[in-house]
């Protein structure tokens, strides 16, 4: 079969703000720990800054050939570096890759063609040097970001992804996809269901891609999806039979079919539950992802049945006491929602092992090992 053509994505121009990076220290950051709009995208800038030199256990700043990541635990002064480093200094797009002790990294694959927003319609492919002669399962994962913000090859993700694929031998794909505006616009809004839109094409053309140079280095029927924050709503609302409000969103008997198993960590699953419990969340990012209230629960995806097709899936729900951005009440209810649908063997949770705060423990050995030997103990 021949690799099938992206897809034409056009979309209105505007939406999409690039954060800079803020050079706020870690004391500031914690001592300035309200729930304000501003703190907010603060805290989350710290979580996800960019690449940066980094401090030895010497106390003394590393400058090398390597890009260290940055995490923040949401103590005072216990800054942490994500066990990863890369050899920096090169970007590679579409068929080159860039080589390290443990990975190839093939950044910038474009999965739609004629887009006036190619990063946001582009995904990287990160595979381990250890790759199996027979075609492995395809581990995906979605990064989060309150449907406005984060990508791809933030240092985070990259960390995430490249972990994985080291612990479980498996290729990972980290797609990208549009964001609402940060901020209020007179321009074109950008409402769900268009972000999971953007995904469920991804989803459509990985299952048919030959891969990088005609190799596809995956089995297209063995996908296992990894949702975080925001993005286990998207992967939820394809997932979970939605039909009544967003029938767009249907997957096809294919892809419904391939994918075997969907961890949410993290995640947002009630709307209306996560207004109550963080006010300040409305005008932040809900509004402007979901449109005027006052309620949303026709989008919450804990009311959702099973989707024909997908009766087959396993769930993994994860949730980190130390979560300050999101709550353990949405890891409750869609636990609670799974186990009825589902019936609790098709459905695993691990609510009490993860203490760090919403973004840093992507970074951590622990979620790594929670959900890298779920994954392995998929496919034994």
């Not at 994505?9 to 050079?23: N, V």
């Not at 004629?114 to 399962?137: C, I």
Request: glycine share 6%; with cysteine; hydrophobic share 35%.
């Amino acid at each position: 079969m021949s690799a099938p053509q992206p897809l034409s994505r056009k979309t209105p121009k505007g939406g999409r703000m690039t954060a800079k990076l803020r050079k706020t220290s870690v004391q500031h950051w914690v001592s300035d720990m309200n729930s304000d709009e501003e703190t907010i995208d603060k805290r989350r800038t710290l979580q996800m800054s960019d690449a940066v030199n980094a401090m030895n256990s010497q106390g003394k700043w590393v400058t090398s050939s390597y890009q260290w990541f940055f995490c923040f635990r949401p103590q005072p002064q216990l800054p942490w570096v994500c066990a990863l480093t890369l050899d920096g200094g090169s970007t590679n797009n579409g068929n080159s890759s860039a080589n390290s002790s443990a990975m190839s990294v093939v950044k910038n694959i474009p999965y739609a063609v004629d887009s006036d927003t190619p990063n946001a319609h582009s995904f990287n492919l990160h595979l381990p040097s250890n790759l199996t002669s027979v075609a492995p399962p395809l581990i995906v994962f979605v990064h989060g970001g309150a449907w406005r913000s984060e990508d791809k090859s933030d240092p985070a993700h990259i960390a995430t992804a490249t972990a994985l694929a080291a612990r479980t031998a498996y290729p990972v794909v980290v797609p990208n996809y549009r964001l609402s505006p940060k901020v209020p616009t007179d321009g074109p809004i950008f409402l769900h269901p268009n972000h999971t839109a953007d995904i469920l094409e991804f989803l459509k053309f990985i299952l048919e891609w030959n891969g990088p140079e005609g190799k596809r280095p995956y089995d297209p029927k063995r996908i296992v999806l990894i949702g975080h924050s925001c993005s286990a709503h998207m992967l939820s609302s394809i997932f979970l039979d939605s039909t009544a409000v967003t029938p767009e969103l249907t997957p096809t008997p294919e892809l419904a079919s391939a994918v075997k198993a969907i961890i949410c960590s993290e995640g947002i699953y009630d709307l209306d539950a996560l207004v109550e419990d963080f006010p300040s969340y409305k005008s932040y990012f809900v509004e402007a992802a979901f449109g005027a209230g006052p309620k949303w629960e026709g989008f919450s995806v804990a009311r959702y049945p099973v989707r024909k097709g997908a009766e087959h899936v396993k769930w993994l729900i994860v949730h980190s006491t130390g979560d300050t951005l999101i709550n353990q009440r949405q890891g409750d209810v869609i636990l609670e929602h799974l186990n009825g649908v589902y019936g609790e063997d098709a459905v695993s949770h691990n609510l009490k092992e993860l203490d760090e705060e919403h973004d840093p423990l992507l970074c951590g050995k622990v979620y790594q090992r929670i959900v890298g030997d779920y994954i392995l103990k998929l496919f034994p």
